[in-house]
């Protein structure tokens, strides 16, 4: 892979990243969006590195109201539950009717 350094300016702001550079060259590289990591150095460079997103290989056991139990690729068992505080329901009562479930479908 070639190394391409551009100067210019880059603004942070909360999760968002945004870098201008100083003078656009025109087909430095092809468009592109990628998953990586973002790295700011002490001396104010600034580095990213590509890297390939992981793929969840889980398979589905049972889907439920609010998440799902899976089997995970190294062998584990993995139950996910996501409730919101504004459904208007018992939480833990939500938690435990979907664990009592998900935990029949594993019988």
Not at 7 to 14: C, D, P, Q, R, S
Not at 37 to 50: H, I, K, P, V, Y
Not at 64 to 79: N, Q, V, W
């Amino acid at each position: 892979m070639n190394k391409i350094i551009v100067k210019g300016n880059a603004t942070i702001y909360e999760n968002n990243f945004s870098f201008n550079p100083i003078y656009p060259v025109e087909v430095v590289s092809k468009p592109q969006v990628c998953y990586g990591q973002a790295l700011l150095n002490s001396n104010g460079t600034f580095e990213f590195m590509r890297k390939p997103r992981k793929k969840h290989r889980g398979i589905l056991i049972k889907k439920l109201a609010h998440g799902r139990l899976s089997a995970t690729k190294d062998g584990a068992i993995l139950l996910t539950l996501k409730v919101y505080k504004d459904e208007g329901i018992d939480i833990a009562d939500a938690i435990t009717m979907e664990a009592i479930s998900a935990a029949k479908a594993i019988v």
